[in-house]
């Protein structure tokens, strides 16, 4: 099992740029999210996914679309990055909804807008 | 609002133990997760607990109670290689996670 896998690792973009983050895992899982992780700080939910069909906001969605039309892959898309998106973006899965407190994470994807 | 407090940094001797503190304010409160992260990698599972007292995982414990809202990890054994960031996690009904800003830990020989 590869596990959970991002793409790209890392990513420099224009101020106004769009793109998508790459996200997949092999496990089955049901639930996946996307996290940001600014310095010094804890990560903080994007967007999350009970299944494949199913998504819904977290804590900072703004600037973020998210879609799941399988359950391996969920990928992030960036509509027009501003510096503010600077970041490291992690996607995770877990088994199911009842076990999203065991979350496995990707490598994550270091995001630089300028 | 949710949140999670926990210190910025400790500091512990190899071999030592050390205990990283955890209060919490959530909503639909159901658990509280730990999680490892180390300089440029990805944070890793630790532990969880849903309910009041301590779990035991090898060198590693965590422990919840639940009428006071905090939680610790308990790190036995200290090792070099346990130096990294930890971060408590409150899960809310499965569906969402809040972290908290994560304490560093810094292990001297």
């Known amino acids: 099992n590869a596990g959970v896998t991002q793409t790209p690792k890392f990513q420099v973009l224009k101020t106004g740029q769009s793109m998508t983050l790459q996200c997949a895992q092999d496990m089955n899982h049901e639930y996946m999210s996307w996290y940001r992780q600014d310095p010094g700080m804890g990560l903080r939910l994007i967007h999350y996914s009970v299944g494949a069909g199913i998504t819904d906001q977290g804590e900072v969605p703004n600037g973020y679309n998210v879609s799941r039309s399988t359950t391996e892959d969920f990928p992030l898309r960036l509509l027009s990055a501003a510096p503010s998106q600077t970041s490291v973006y992690f996607c995770?899965?877990?088994?199911?909804?009842?076990?999203?407190?065991?979350?496995?994470f990707g490598p994550g994807t270091r995001l630089t807008v300028t | 609002g949710q949140s999670l407090e926990q210190p910025s940094e400790v500091t512990a001797v190899e071999g030592a133990i050390v205990q990283i503190n955890c209060t919490y304010q959530?909503?639909?409160?159901?658990?509280l997760s730990w999680y490892q992260q180390h300089d440029g990698g990805a944070p890793t599972f630790l532990s969880y607990n849903a309910l009041d007292g301590l779990e035991e995982t090898g060198r590693f414990s965590s422990f919840l109670s639940r009428s006071d809202s905090y939680g610790y990890l308990l790190l036995q054994e200290l090792q070099m290689k346990d130096s990294a960031s930890y971060f408590c996690a409150s899960n809310t009904g499965g569906f969402k996670t809040i972290f908290g800003a994560g304490t560093r830990l810094f292990v001297k020989a």
């Open positions: 959530t909503s639909g409160f159901y658990g």
């Open positions: 995770a899965s877990s088994y199911s909804r009842d076990r999203a407190y065991e979350q496995y």
